[in-house]
T-cell receptor, first 114, second 115 residues
């Protein structure tokens, strides 16, 4: 088991609502990345936070936003939920950006939008 | 356009055989390539990382090769066991420099090892 924990593990929301997902990073890791994984697909990069600043963003609309706190934990916020937002949301913590070190993933939050 | 393709969505092999999974990429020049294992409903778990100047990396029954000319990585599991059944993801760091870097994943190969 990694030291990355996500909450909640499962969530059901109605279209148009807003949701906040949380992630606590591995001890000592200063970078958190968020991914969306649809069924049968690989994780798609949403954005990354490094020392409380957004440090890169994938092809996701502005209604996907985030925060990183001084203890390096992080939140993902999604406004105006759409049915296509139903997916497994993963956070990954690393020591620094990029792929030079392994990423530690949480167990994910399964979001269902109805 | 940039693409990462993993061979066949599903691969079935007999216990004890060697499983070989393929990851091909287009229009990337990755400095690093990683392999992860993912079980249903769980987050990916890191297995191996290989750098662009390395040809091969091993860890116990796992072996990864990285051919930057062919733009391909091969992932081998020798003496496979039913417990190796999972989805295997390759991921690469799409750039060798810059601050906004993140892992880009393939869609995965679902491996089933039959007893």
């Amino acid at each position: 088991e990694t030291g990355v924990t996500q909450s909640p593990t499962h969530l059901i929301k109605t279209r148009g609502q807003q949701v906040t997902l949380r992630c606590s990073s591995q001890s000592g890791h200063n970078t958190v990345s968020w991914y969306q994984q649809a069924l049968g697909q690989g994780p798609q990069f949403i954005f990354q936070y490094y020392r409380e600043e957004e440090n890169g963003r994938g092809n996701f609309p502005p209604r996907f936003s985030g925060l990183q706190f001084p203890n390096y934990s992080s939140e993902l916020n999604v406004n105006a939920l759409e049915l296509d937002d139903s997916a497994l949301y993963l956070c990954a913590s690393t020591l620094g950006a990029g792929g030079r070190t392994e990423a530690f993933f949480g167990q994910g939050t399964r979001l269902t939008v109805v | 356009s940039q693409k990462i393709e993993q061979n066949s969505e599903a691969l079935n092999i007999q216990e004890g055989k060697t499983a070989t999974l393929t990851c091909n990429y287009t229009n990337y020049s990755p400095a690093y390539l990683q392999w992860y294992r993912q079980d249903p409903g769980r987050g990916p778990v890191f297995l191996l990382l290989i750098r662009e100047n390395e040809k091969e990396k091993r860890k116990e029954r796992l072996k990864v090769t990285f051919d930057t000319t062919l733009k391909q990585s091969l992932f081998h599991i020798t003496a496979s066991q039913p417990a190796d059944s999972a989805t295997y993801l390759c991921a690469l760091d799409p750039s060798s420099s810059g601050s906004a870097r993140q892992l880009t994943f393939g869609s995965g190969t679902q491996l089933t090892v039959l007893p």
